[in-house]
C-alpha cells in the first residue's frame, strides 16, 4: 500500500464512567459518527487509506466522498484495493454540493447493503465553501446523529485543521460524538449537536430588489410559475436552469400551501453566481430531517422537498413558531442563458 502502515486502526473509546479505555467489537456499535481534524496531506493519506482498506478487510461496504483532488490520491495510495466491488468513490463536490443531499445518498449506500457493515468517508466542509453552505454542512453533521442512529454505518468525517477556520473546526467538535487521536477514538469534550442546530437556525437576510409573487391557492401556482419563468429569462438563465427554478418555486409554495393557513411568498432574486428562490409562510418546520432523506413511494408529503435538496446547489431554512422561510439557491452562467 505504497509504504503505509500495515498497523489497523484500534476503535478504543474512552470510557467516561471509569475513566479507562476499553476495547469494543465494531460490529456492536451500531452508528459511529467521528471526526479527523489533519494537519498535512500526508496524514489525511495515510489515515484514509488505511481506515479504507481496513474496513475492505473486514468484508464492509466502504463509499469515499471527498473533493475530486483528493480522489485521485487516494486512488494512486490505495492501489490495488480500489478495485474492490465493495468500494464507491465519488466527486463530494458534486453530488453534495447542496450539503442536504449527503444524507440522502448515505442513506442509499446503506440500504444498497443490508448484510453489510459499511464504512462511510466524507469531506463535505472542504475549504473554499461559502459561510452559508458551511452553516448547511453543520446542520447536516448535527442532524446525522439522530437520523443513522441504530445503523450499522462507521462514519469518518475529515476536517482540514491547517485551512479551516477555528469555528469551522469548532463546530466538528460540537456535531461528532467522536474524534479521532492518532489511531484511535476519543469522546468529543464539546458534543452539543442541538446546541449546533440553534446556532444553524438564524434568520435568512431577504432581498429589497426582488420580485415576488404571492401565492394564495392552489389556482396561483401555474401563474407563479409563469412569473417564475419570465424572470428566469430576463436575467438570463438556461434552459434547464428555468426548468429546475419552476419545479423548485411550485414544490415550495405547494409545500406552503399544503401545510400552513396562509399564504407563500415567492420571491426571486440574483445572488454572485446564483439565482436564488425564496418561499416564506407562516408554517412551523417542526422535523429537519423532512426532505433529506428519499421518502420511497409511501411519502408523498415529503417528496416535494426532497426534489427541492435534490435540484438546489444550496438550501437554507429559517423557522420559529410564526413562519418558516426556505432559500433555494440555483447556480447559472448568464452568458450561456437566454438573453432578452
Partial sequence: MNGRSSRGLAFVIESE???????????????????????????????????VSDGLAMG??????????????????????????????????EVARNPSRLMAMEGAFVDDHPDQRVRIVSQVAWPGRTAEELIACVEHEALVNGAMDG????????YDGSRLDDDVLADARATHPLLWSGDALQRSADYAPDAALRRCNRPLP????????????????????????SYAGWIGLSQDGIEDLQLVATELASNSLMYTDGACQLAFWRDDGYLV???????????????????????PASRGLYLVNAISDLVRTHTTASGTTIQAYLRFDPSAGPTG
Fill in 17 to 51: 464512567s471509569a475513566g479507562v479505555t476499553a476495547s469494543t467489537q465494531i460490529g456492536k456499535l451500531g452508528f459511529l459518527h467521528s471526526a479527523l481534524i489533519y494537519q498535512s496531506q500526508q496524514e489525511y493519506l495515510d489515515f484514509v487509506s488505511r481506515f
Fill in 60 to 93: 464492509e461496504a466502504v463509499m469515499v466522498a471527498v473533493p475530486s483532488e483528493q480522489l485521485a490520491l487516494l486512488h494512486d495510495a490505495l492501489g490495488a484495493g480500489e478495485s474492490s466491488a465493495d468500494l464507491q468513490m465519488v466527486d463530494i463536490t
Fill in 151 to 158: 445503523y450499522q454505518v462507521t462514519n469518518l468525517c475529515l
Fill in 206 to 229: 431577504g432581498n429589497p430588489g426582488a420580485v415576488t409573487y404571492l401565492v394564495k391557492k392552489s389556482s396561483d401556482l401555474s401563474p407563479a410559475r409563469s412569473f417564475a419563468t
Fill in 277 to 299: 428562490c425564496e418561499a416564506r409562510d407562516t408554517g412551523c418546520f417542526d422535523d429537519p430531517l423532512v426532505g433529506r432523506m428519499d421518502p420511497g413511494p409511501c411519502g
